[in-house]
């Protein structure tokens, strides 16, 4: 999306245009640190574009620095074309694990933070900074990379390290990290790492995608921490986090971002189980609203969304 061989901002625009016109007020968009590296500020400028054409759809942002999920080595350059039938396939973290278990170059990442953040800092456009996509997540690509117990405690350290350098920059908009894991009674499952989020985090984001019995206790677990709570990824239909739910999310006021809009390169209407079982091409779509040409893949989920978001 960001580097400038593969920058569309006519593709983005159109795109943000469908969201508009579902009803969406908000999308949360992946930075990465390797892009700020290459080309520091050609990637500002690519940011502000994308923010000002946000803006014209009455659409905020929410931008998430770094990310713990999917392929542990990114690299810059042309990228690899998606694997068929495959959730993910070529998504990539941010920092590369090569980075992010060694504590010595966590220096490198300073200044990605400290540009981007005070470049934005008083930016209305930002609703919040979203510092780390799932830090601790399994590494599903290689399960080789470090045990959990040890990914936990890096990205514990490393989590703390970007809340002290954001709180340094002295951004005007809430800082946070999602919590995504909880226990069966909707209760945050507890760890030095989520201890840390729930105790920096301005507003508390979480993901979820589960049915909504299960949403509605982590909703209400989460409430206890009396701040505002913004649900940064769900739907996911054949978990049974599906379109209806927003009622949820509405009726309790708290906002919702889901995972997916159009269908295309990242493949997620295809589900997490794609990387351990042959899926059906025809099977219905784990994520994602629209079709590539902005067609609906259901008409009755759109319609869903049109009518809680306008009222």
């Not at 999917?70 to 350059?77: D, M, R, S, V």
């Not at 694990?97 to 005070?118: A, C, T």
């Not at 009726?251 to 189980?273: E, K, Y």
């Amino acid at each position: 999306m960001w580097q400038a061989e593969t920058f569309d901002i006519s593709t983005i625009e159109r795109e943000l245009t469908w969201a508009a016109d579902i009803g969406m007020n908000t999308v949360r968009i992946y930075l990465h640190d390797l892009l700020f590296a290459e080309e520091p500020r050609d990637f500002l400028g690519r940011i502000e574009k994308v923010f000002s054409v946000a803006a014209s759809k009455d659409i905020g942002v929410v931008p998430v620095l770094f990310d713990g999920v999917w392929n542990p080595k990114p690299q810059l350059g042309k990228q690899p074309e998606p694997k068929p039938f495959l959730h993910n396939s070529m998504w990539v973290q941010s920092p590369g694990s090569d980075m992010f278990y060694d504590r010595s170059r966590w220096s490198e990442l300073r200044n990605y933070v400290f540009e981007v953040l005070s470049y934005f800092k008083d930016d209305e456009r930002v609703i919040a900074w979203d510092l780390f996509n799932e830090p601790d997540q399994v590494d599903v690509v290689t399960l080789k990379l470090g045990s959990r117990d040890e990914k936990i405690a890096t990205a514990t350290e490393l989590v703390s390290t970007v809340f002290g350098w954001a709180r340094e920059v002295g951004v005007t908009q809430p800082l946070t990290v999602g919590v995504w894991e909880y226990e069966k009674d909707g209760q945050v499952a507890m760890n030095s790492l989520n201890q840390l989020i729930v105790d920096q985090s301005d507003i508390i984001s979480f993901h979820c995608y589960e049915p909504r019995e299960k949403l509605m206790a982590v909703i209400n677990a989460l409430a206890t921490h009396g701040r505002p709570l913004l649900c940064t990824e769900w739907l996911a239909r054949s978990a049974g986090s599906t379109v209806d739910l927003l009622s949820v999310f509405k009726d309790a006021g708290v906002g919702a971002i889901n995972w997916g809009l159009v269908d295309g390169r990242t493949q997620t209407r295809f589900p997490w189980r794609s990387w351990t079982e042959q899926v059906d091409v025809d099977e219905p779509w784990f994520h994602e609203l629209l079709h590539a040409d902005g067609t609906a893949y259901d008409v009755q989920e759109i319609e869903t969304f049109r009518r809680l978001t306008s009222s």
